[in-house]
């Protein structure tokens, strides 16, 4: 059949032969995901995959059959795009429809690995070079200091905290995870330290007042930096703090101490020599350092969506990938802490804050723009909670720094762990 210029194609009916395929196709990927207790329907009410009893932990619900076939092209990427359009429904609990999902990828990929690799085929990620770097944290830390502080905590850090007991606040946990990271350093009042990927300022700040160090914050995000400036001149810091309109790579001068929360993944894989360079290059012969980075047990890219539409060019490294760092220039591995379910706590105090400011978002944005970050946030948390991904904060000094504590009590003093 022959269509003439401008016209779409014509709607594929379910009896039709690419309409069988494609739900032949989604019946196999359900039975290769071990059966996930998720319904998935179209919207007429035609049944495809899942359970349809009370077992069901919630249910998918695909606008019609060119909504499957658009899904099953590349889900990884498609669940997102289609979602946040609202072509794809989610009905019941989304964080529980997302874990059942998360774990029936785990049973694809112990029977059938090909699959996922065929998904990493599918889409290149964004690249990490100067000019890229720049746009990639443009795009998302840029999105507006008012729309960030409608869910964050009141200093808007937003990376991991650090939750010392169940029943601790989010503005408590996060405070907990600066004092945390500040006591593996062991930091001491007068030394030079320099922190690569700043945020809106919160730790360069605290290590200033509470550790009297002097800080040199290097950032690419013109939103936080300038919320920086102006909270370290309201505190009368700003000659303890220096906030620098810099890349990572731009660093210079000598310190005592490199600190990085949460930019590790944003360096990228090919960079890393290019890192461990500039470690070597920054720190003074009894200089120290941690980094804390959302990572993987094993090789994976970031989940495709959340790559091209949430986070571009961030990839999650490995332990392995993050020791090897470290290793050309002999650095000593003094500590590594995984923080996972700490992060899976973070992400559900963020969420639950998102949704109560769900209407000012869209006002600020549109309901499209809710819905990709409802989805980011909620997948986020899942995907710590499953093991998915991890947080390793990897503490490191040169080789004969021996000021090292015997145990682990410094961690701790205070916490009421």
């Given amino acids: 059949m022959e269509r003439s210029p401008g016209t779409s194609a014509p709607a594929v009916q379910p009896g039709s032969p690419a309409g069988g395929m494609a739900r032949a196709l989604l019946r196999w990927l359900w039975r290769a995901m071990d059966e996930p207790p998720v319904a998935v329907t179209l919207a007429c009410g035609?049944?495809?995959?899942?359970?349809?009893?009370?077992?069901?932990?919630?249910?998918?619900?695909?606008r019609d059959g060119r909504t499957l076939r658009r899904l099953l092209l590349h889900p990884e990427l498609r669940f997102g795009d289609l979602y946040s359009a609202g072509d794809l429904e989610v009905e019941g609990d989304l964080p529980a429809v997302l874990e059942a999902l998360y774990r029936g990828i785990d049973a694809l990929e112990a029977s059938h690995g090909w699959v996922r690799r065929l998904a990493y085929g599918l889409t290149r990620p964004h690249g990490s070079g100067l000019r890229q770097a720049r746009d990639n944290i443009h795009?998302?830390?840029?999105?507006?200091?008012?729309?960030y502080r409608l869910w964050?905590?009141?200093?808007?850090?937003?990376?991991?905290?650090?939750f010392p007991t169940p029943e601790a606040t989010l503005e408590e946990?996060?405070?907990?995870?600066?004092?945390h990271v500040c006591r593996k350093l062991r930091l001491r009042p007068g030394e030079r330290v320099v922190e690569a990927g700043c945020g809106w300022g919160a730790l360069?700040?605290?290590?200033?007042?509470?550790?009297?160090?002097?800080?040199?914050?290097?950032?690419i995000s013109r939103e936080q930096l300038d919320?920086?400036?102006?909270?370290?001149r309201r505190e009368g810091l700003e000659g303890q703090v220096a906030f620098v309109d810099g890349d990572w790579r731009e660093i210079d001068g000598r310190y005592d101490a490199f600190v990085s929360v949460g930019m590790l993944e944003h360096v990228g894989r090919e960079r890393y020599g290019e890192l461990a360079r500039l470690l070597d290059r920054c720190l003074e012969p009894h200089g120290r350092g941690l980094i804390h980075s959302i990572g993987r047990n094993a090789y994976e890219p970031f989940n495709a969506w959340i790559e091209r539409r949430i986070f571009p060019g961030a990839y999650p490294p490995t332990l392995r990938e993050m020791i090897g760092i470290l290793e050309p220039h002999r650095f000593s591995v003094l500590d590594v802490e995984n923080l996972r379910?700490?992060?899976?706590?973070?992400?559900?105090?963020?969420?639950?804050?998102?949704?109560?400011?769900?209407?000012?978002?869209?006002?600020?944005?549109?309901a499209r723009f809710v819905r990709a970050w409802r989805l980011y946030l909620a997948g986020s948390m899942v995907a710590f909670r499953t093991g998915s991904l991890q947080l390793f904060q990897v503490l490191f000094a040169r080789p004969r720094l021996n000021r090292i504590p015997w145990t682990r009590a410094h961690l701790y003093a205070g916490d009421g762990a």
């Avoid at 946990?173 to 004092?179: G, I, R, S």
Wanted: hydrophobic residues 40%.
């Fill in 139 to 147: 795009r998302h830390y840029d999105l507006g200091n008012d729309f």
């Fill in 152 to 162: 964050l905590d009141e200093q808007l850090l937003y990376t991991c905290a650090y």
């Fill in 204 to 219: 360069a700040l605290h290590m200033a007042r509470r550790y009297g160090v002097r800080v040199r914050a290097y950032n």
């Fill in 173 to 179: 946990a996060q405070v907990a995870k600066m004092d």
């Fill in 46 to 62: 035609e049944h495809l995959a899942g359970p349809t009893g009370p077992e069901a932990v919630g249910r998918i619900r695909l």
């Fill in 341 to 366: 379910l700490h992060y899976e706590r973070t992400l559900a105090h963020w969420l639950e804050r998102f949704e109560r400011a769900a209407d000012r978002v869209e006002a600020m944005f549109d």
């Fill in 227 to 232: 919320w920086a400036r102006e909270r370290a």
